[in-house]
């Protein structure tokens, strides 16, 4: 029975054919900021605040590392995408918050590599 997918030789005959997706394409990440200046400019004044709030160092190993950021009426939500950089971020709160100009925030992290963050 087990011959069906196990050959005589004990190793695994079957062959994996995987469904190619043309519009599929690879990008570099970019940091975020950079973004920002791209499709949300409405961010970047509070981008420069928490810069000099946090320091560059700290502002490009962190915020420069998040998935997005949207600013609502007196809301900002973070996606971090990882865990590890979510419970950084918690550390500058308060930072973010006067940055920004908002009274609530929210940082989403995410299990397995981000994808529970979408």
Known sequence: MTEDFVGAGGKLEEKFVEAVDTTLKAEPF??????????????????????????????D????????INLGDNALLIVAGKEQLRTALLGYQEQIKTAFGVSSLRIVGGGR?????F
């Open 113 to 117: 590599y981000g994808v529970d963050a």
């Open 61 to 68: 190993r962190l915020v420069n590392q998040v998935q997005n």
């Open 30 to 59: 970019v940091p975020f900021e950079v973004r920002a200046a791209q499709e949300k400019a409405a961010l970047l004044p509070g981008l420069a605040k928490l810069k000099a709030a946090m320091g560059e160092a700290e502002f």
